[in-house]
């Protein structure tokens, strides 16, 4: 099984690269958001990557790091999630972003991949909520402080967790972002005091 390659860029577009390690060019499928992050053509990069081996076909798929590959891992183990919806699902979401998605039971999230509908993401969230649970506690951080956040009611900070989604982000983690805070404060400060937080935890 090949862990990872470290060399070359001989090819780039949004999908897929080529890397030459030691005269040998492998091509790599990867999410849209890895090969944005990717140096260009002719400069050395490494990929950790995952060799998929079916009866017609053996491909490889790269990630930037372990933790994406591990989510990869994760969301191909889910019936009726392959390869190709697995890596566009890390195309516009984050390994963090899906563990708390799916903590939260935040499905609608998961549409936004294209070629997952409604009743797939619901069975993403169905099937990987407890092992994403127990990752998650493992950081600190309790499966009832999620569904909690997700809950949030009041006026303001319902009016903070939606300025956060219009930002880009998902439900669940504006949610979690702002239960860190105290919930007296204005609209402002609690999307101001959520987005510091959250670019922390995201780095």
Do not use: W
Not at 49 to 69: C, H, K, P, Q
Not at 120 to 142: H, M, N, S, Y
């Amino acid at each position: 099984m090949i862990y990872s390659l470290l060399g070359k860029i001989a090819e780039k577009t949004l999908d897929r690269v080529v890397v030459v390690c030691g005269g040998v060019g492998y091509e790599v499928h990867v999410p849209a958001s890895v090969s944005a992050v990717l140096p260009p053509v002719g400069a050395e990069a490494q990929l950790y990557t995952y060799m998929n081996i079916t009866e017609n076909d053996i491909s490889l798929f790269g990630f930037a790091d372990v933790e994406s590959r591990r989510t990869f891992l994760m969301l191909t183990g889910v019936s009726g999630v392959g390869p190709k919806a697995g890596l566009a699902i890390l195309s516009v979401l984050t390994p963090d972003r899906i563990a708390l998605a799916i903590s939260a039971g935040d499905h609608k999230a998961f549409t936004a991949a294209s070629g997952v509908g409604p009743k797939l993401a619901q069975r993403i969230v169905l099937e990987l909520k407890d092992k994403v649970g127990k990752g998650l506690a493992e950081g600190g951080i309790t499966l009832s402080e999620v569904a909690g956040a997700a809950a949030a009611s009041p006026q303001g900070t319902a009016a903070a967790i939606a300025a956060l989604t219009s930002l880009g982000y998902s439900q669940s983690e504006a949610a979690l972002a702002i239960a860190k805070l105290d919930a007296s404060l204005p609209v402002e400060e609690l999307v101001r005091g959520a987005l510091q937080a959250m670019a922390g935890r995201l780095k």
